[in-house]
C-alpha cells in the first residue's frame, strides 16, 4: 500500500539569503559557495513544456531522494556531482530554512555542463517509436525490421538530443553529436551512458520496474566527467511496470501520464495558461511518483 501524499506542495522556493543560480522549469538552484551549488527540486510539474499552476505533492521530495538513492547505488562505478542531502552538511546561509529543504534539496559540485543530452532507449516508445515507424531508424540508427510499440531494443541505443533552453529538445544524430562536444567525448558519453543504463535496468528488473529509456547529464569538474542533475527519476526516465508488460501498445507508467492524458483531453492548444488539474489527477500522478519510489528503494518515501 502506497502511504498518502503530504499535503503540503512547494511550487516556488524561497531563501533570501543565497543568490539564485538558476530556476528551471522543476529546480531553483542557488549558489552555495566553493565552488558548489545547492538543488532544490519543487513540486512543480511541467507538460507540453508548460508548468502547471498546481503542483503535485511530495514530487520533488521524490525527485531528490531518488537520485541520492541512485547517485549512492552507482557510486563504486560512476562519480557523480552529488555531496549530500542533509541539511546539517548545507553552508550557513541555509539554516534558517532546513524545514522548507529537507528531502527536498542537494548540495552538490559545480560542473561545466555538456551542451548534450544523453538519451539511452531500451524500449521502442515515444518519440523513438514515431522515428521508426517513418524511417525503421532512431536518430540516424538502423533497427531490425518488424518491431512493434514498446519492443525491447537489444542491445539499447545512444540516442542523443539537444539541450533547449526553451521549447522542446530535439533527437540529433551521432555526427550532430560529433560536430557539438567532439568525437572522444562523444564516445565517452555514450559508454558511459549505456553502462549506467545497462546496470540500472538490471537492478530495476529485480524489482519489478522496465526502465525504457531514460535521460542522463555529464558534466565536467575539473579533468574529471561527472554525472549531473537527476539521475532515473520518473521525469527523467520512462518507468513501466513488469507485470503485464506486453509488446504491440503503450504500456502504463509511473510519472505524469495522468497529467498529460488529462490535458489532450481538454482541447487545451499547449500553450500557456494551462487549464486547472482536477484533484483526481494530481492525487493519482502523486501516487505514482511515490510508487516509483518504493518499488525502486524497497521503502516509502521517507
Request: hydrophobic fraction near 35%; aromatic fraction near 10%.
Amino acid at each position: 500500500m502506497i502511504p498518502e501524499a503530504t499535503q503540503s506542495v512547494l511550487r516556488e522556493s524561497s531563501v533570501p539569503t543565497a543568490k539564485l543560480f538558476s530556476r528551471g522549469k522543476v529546480r531553483d538552484v542557488y549558489e552555495a559557495g566553493a565552488g558548489q551549488l545547492l538543488v532544490v527540486a519543487t513540486d512543480r510539474l511541467s507538460a507540453f513544456d508548460v508548468v502547471m499552476e498546481q503542483g503535485i505533492p511530495d514530487k520533488g521530495r521524490v525527485l531528490t531522494q531518488l537520485s541520492c538513492f541512485w547517485f549512492d547505488l552507482l557510486k563504486d562505478s560512476v562519480k557523480s556531482h552529488f555531496l549530500s542531502a542533509n541539511p546539517e552538511d548545507f553552508p550557513p546561509e541555509f539554516a534558517p530554512y532546513a524545514d522548507q529543504l529537507s528531502g527536498r534539496s542537494m548540495l552538490v559540485l559545480k560542473a561545466k555542463p555538456f551542451p548534450i543530452e544523453c538519451i539511452v532507449r531500451g524500449y521502442l516508445s515515444g518519440s523513438g517509436w514515431k522515428d521508426y515507424r517513418a524511417s525503421g531508424s532512431v536518430c540516424g540508427i538502423k533497427l531490425p525490421a518488424g518491431l512493434q510499440e514498446s519492443s525491447k531494443i537489444d542491445p539499447p541505443i545512444f540516442t542523443p538530443s539537444t539541450k533547449a533552453e526553451t521549447g522542446h529538445d530535439e533527437n540529433i544524430t551521432w555526427e550532430q553529436t560529433v560536430a557539438a562536444i567532439g568525437v572522444g567525448p562523444a564516445q565517452e558519453l555514450r559508454q558511459r551512458s549505456l553502462d549506467v543504463y545497462q546496470r540500472a535496468r538490471d537492478y530495476a528488473e529485480g524489482r519489478g520496474i522496465i526502465i525504457a529509456d531514460t535521460k542522463f547529464e555529464w558534466g565536467l569538474h575539473g579533468d574529471d566527467v561527472i554525472l549531473i542533475d537527476e539521475v532515473l527519476t520518473p521525469d527523467s526516465s520512462r518507468f513501466w511496470p513488469r507485470d503485464g508488460y506486453e509488446p504491440g501498445r503503450s504500456q502504463p507508467s509511473y510519472d505524469k501520464q495522468f497529467v498529460r492524458d488529462y490535458l489532450e483531453s481538454t482541447g487545451w492548444k499547449k500553450q500557456p495558461p494551462p487549464p486547472p488539474l482536477p484533484a483526481e489527477v494530481v492525487g493519482k500522478t502523486s501516487e505514482k511518483y511515490r510508487e516509483a519510489y518504493l518499488r525502486l528503494t524497497g521503502s516509502p518515501l521517507d
